[in-house]
């Protein structure tokens, strides 16, 4: 009996770790960096900075490649996006670096 639980349990370590592996890849091919300060895009379109950590999150609800996490600039409830920083214009890049979320929920 011992020996399924640990076996189930080895299982589901190596299940969540191929999740945090696949979300850093997916990061890593849409934002062009594993993950930290992330410049995002809200669905109405603001540009803000927040911290994109793989695997993890305390101030938004994961849904997949999305969050939905609170707005900043227009202060509302949204799914944000990861942005490469090289494909903003330089006046984009300002205001998301200019506007960052709360560090801690």
Known sequence: ?????????????????????????????????????VPVRCR???????????????KALRLGWWRVQ???VGAHWSLVTPLRRSELSEDEARAAAATRDTRIP
Request: aromatic share 8%; with cysteine; glycine share 16%.
């Open 1 to 37: 009996m011992r020996d399924g639980r640990a076996s189930r349990r080895r299982r589901a370590f190596a299940a969540a770790g191929a999740g945090v592996l696949v979300e850093a890849a997916a990061l890593r091919l849409r934002a062009g960096r594993f993950g930290g300060h």
């Open 44 to 58: 109405a379109g603001h540009l803000f900075t927040t911290i994109w950590i793989p695997g993890g999150s305390m």
């Open 70 to 72: 609170r707005c900043p």
